[in-house]
C-alpha cells in the first residue's frame, strides 16, 4: 500500500467531491489535478490510471464510515438500536447540508459504474457487506429486544435498502419528507418486531437527535 | 407534442438502453444514431438537443410503468396488496433478465443527473410521485386489511424506498439474495401491520408468480 501523503489524501479527497457532484465519467484527470493543486507527475506517481483514485475513493469512503458515521454513532448513544438511527441520521445531515446535490457516497457510483467496472463494483459490495455486518452487529446487540428468529443480518440489508432507497427519494424530490417517512415506518417495523422498542419515537415522523461535533465532518459534508 | 412516428420511438428506445446501460454522460448523439440507424436530420428533427431526448425516455419510462408494470399486476391478480408485489415482482424480473446489468430505470438516472439536471430531476420526481400514487391506490384499496392510521402514501413511498434499495444492493452484489431478504421482510411489515395479509408469504423469502406474457417485454427487458 502506498505510503499516505498530503498530496494524495488531497487528490482522493478532491476526486471524491467531483465524481459524487457530477459523477465519475464526467470527471477528467486535469480537473481533478486542476482543483487539488498537482501535478500530473505527483497525480500519476500515486495512481497510474484514473481507476486507481476511483477505488481509493471507495476505501476513502469506507474509512469515513467507520471514522465518522459508526464511531460517531457509538458516542451519540448506547443503545444498539438507536446507534443504528444515528447512523441513518448521519445520511439524513449529509443530504441537509449539500443541499440534496450528493447522495449516497457509495450508491451513486454503484448506480453510475456497476455494470462498466467490475472491480469498482465488488469493492463497493465489499462497503455494503461491511455496513450491514456492522448494523447486523448492533440488531445481535440488541439481544432478546428483537424475536430471536430474526435473521439480523437479513434485516441489516432491508434496513440499508430502506436507508439507500430513501436517500434516492430525498435527492430527487429534493425534501427530507419521503426520507423522514420511511425512518419512521422504519422504526415502526421494529417497533412492531420488537413492542419495547421506543413505541413513541415509531410514531414522530421527524426523529432529529442533537448532531454532535464530528473530528473530520467537513470532508464527509463536502460530499 | 409531435406526432410520434418509429424513427422517434426507435431513437427513445435506443437511447433509454444506451442510457441504462453505461450512463448518459458516456452516450453520445452519434452512437445514438448509428445504433438507432438514422440520420442527424432526423434526430435533430425529433430532439434539438440531447437532453430533450432524455426528458422523452424519461416519459417513455412512465408510459412503460403504467402499460407493463401496473397493468400485468393487475391482470395478474385481483388482490390489491398483492397487486403491490406483482408490481415489485416486475423489478426482479428485470434485474434477472438483463443479468444485473441494469438497475431501476429510474434510480439510475436520478442517480447521475439529479445534481446537473433539474429539468430530468423534476421529471422523475414527477414518475416517482405517480409510482407513489398508484401503490398508495393499492393500499388504500386494500382497506380494513391495513389500520386506519396508516397514512397510505406514506406506506407507499417507503416500500418505493425498500425496492429502489433492494435493486442497488441486487446490482451491487450481482445477486438477488437482498432483492429476495429485503421483499420478504416487506411483507413481514404487512403482515405486523395487518394480520389478515397472507401470512405464509411473509415468511417465504422467494415469492414467484408465474411471469404472464406480456405486450411488450420486449422493450422493458432490454433495459
Known amino acids: 500500500m502506498p505510503r499516505r501523503t498530503n498530496t494524495r489524501e488531497r487528490l482522493i479527497e478532491t476526486a471524491a467531491g467531483l465524481f459524487w457532484r457530477q459523477g465519475y465519467a464526467q470527471t477528467g484527470v486535469n480537473e481533478i489535478m486542476q482543483q487539488a493543486q498537482t501535478t500530473s507527475g505527483s497525480f500519476y506517481h500515486f495512481f497510474p490510471a484514473k481507476q486507481d483514485l476511483l477505488l481509493a475513493v471507495v476505501d476513502h469512503v469506507g474509512e469515513l464510515l467507520e471514522a465518522e458515521v459508526f464511531a460517531a454513532a457509538a458516542d451519540r448513544s448506547d443503545d444498539p438500536l ?25 450508491g ?104 454532535r461535533p464530528q473530528p473530520r465532518a467537513a470532508d464527509w459534508r463536502a460530499w
Chains 1, 2 share one sequence.
Open 108 to 211: 451513486a457510483l454503484a448506480a453510475e459504474l456497476s455494470a462498466s467496472h467490475p472491480e469498482v463494483r465488488e469493492r463497493i459490495a465489499g462497503l455494503f457487506d461491511a455496513w450491514t455486518d456492522r448494523v447486523g452487529a448492533l440488531l445481535e446487540a440488541a439481544g432478546s429486544r428483537l424475536p430471536p428468529e430474526i435473521d439480523r443480518r437479513a434485516l441489516a440489508r432491508f434496513i440499508l435498502a430502506v436507508v439507500e432507497g430513501a436517500i434516492l427519494e430525498a435527492r430527487v424530490s429534493r425534501d427530507l419528507t419521503p426520507f423522514d417517512a420511511a425512518v419512521a415506518e422504519l422504526r415502526r417495523h421494529l417497533a412492531l418486531l420488537a413492542p419495547g422498542v421506543q413505541p413513541a419515537a415509531a410514531r414522530s415522523a421527524q426523529p432529529r437527535p442533537t448532531p
Open 82 to 106: 438507536e446507534q443504528v438511527f444515528a447512523v441513518i441520521d448521519a445520511s439524513r445531515r449529509h443530504l441537509e447540508s449539500n443541499d440534496f446535490n450528493l447522495g449516497s457516497p457509495l
